[in-house]
């Protein structure tokens, strides 16, 4: 199993669609977890932090499933500025100094 | 409110060319990281430091070194320029935390190898 694994998509959906994506990680002594935004030639900026069970941002919601060892990314009410790639990404932990990214889930909201 | 900061952002070089990629961080951060991307590609890492003096291998170190002579600076080089490394670079910072390590992004920079 890979250490952060997710569909890279991409999801194509409707302004104002709900739209979820999932990713699974493997290290199940991992505290943290963060979501990223990532647009087309920019640089990943971070969009949500997951500590516990969930977290909730305007539109944006990132809950932890720590049984099943994924989180997921919630978009309510899309809008076309939210077309992006949304990565997932454990911190480092147990003695490492690494960061894991997964590969992104690509996000394309259309009019 | 500088946070990471790459220069150049655009470069065009020669095969077997060697170059210089700037990176610079004024929040006091221990972890600086470089990261390659090709296009549709996720992250790869190029090398890593966990503070001044220290420096390790990534995943896909082959053709780079680095450097870390203090806190700010993380320098990449680039010896003998392929054609293989035509990617976007980002060089990236963290501080650990108990709740995890939020990681900075400088805005990257283009290099194309010719």
């Known amino acids: 199993r890979k250490e952060v694994e997710q569909d890279p998509g991409p999801f194509n959906v409707p302004e104002g669609a709900t739209v979820a994506f999932n990713c699974t990680y493997s290290?199940?002594?991992?505290?943290?977890f963060f979501w990223y935004r990532q647009d087309c030639r920019k640089e990943p900026k971070l969009l949500m932090s997951?500590?516990?069970s969930g977290n909730e941002d305007g539109r944006f919601t990132a809950q932890l499933n720590r049984a099943s060892q994924y989180i997921s990314l919630l978009i309510r009410d899309s809008k076309l500025s939210d077309s992006a790639t949304y990565l997932c990404v454990v911190p480092p932990s147990g003695g490492s100094y690494i960061p894991t990214f997964g590969r992104g889930t690509s996000l394309i909201v259309h009019p | 409110n500088a946070g990471v900061t790459q220069t150049p952002k655009f470069r065009i070089l020669k095969i077997g060319q060697s170059m210089t990629l700037q990176c610079t961080q004024d929040?006091?951060?221990?972890?600086m990281y470089w990261y390659r991307q090709d296009p549709g590609m996720g992250l790869k890492l190029i090398y890593y430091?966990?503070?001044?003096?220290?420096?390790d291998k990534g995943e896909v170190p082959n053709g780079y070194n680095v450097s870390r002579s203090t806190t700010e600076d993380f320098p990449l080089r680039l010896e003998l320029a392929a054609p293989s490394q035509t990617s976007v670079y980002f060089c990236a910072s963290s501080y650990p935390t108990a709740s995890g390590n939020t990681i900075y992004f400088g805005e990257g920079s283009w290099l194309t190898v010719v």
């Open positions: 929040m006091n951060h221990n972890y």
């Open positions: 290290n199940s002594a991992s505290q943290s």
């Open positions: 430091s966990v503070g001044a003096g220290i420096t």
């Open positions: 997951v500590y516990s």
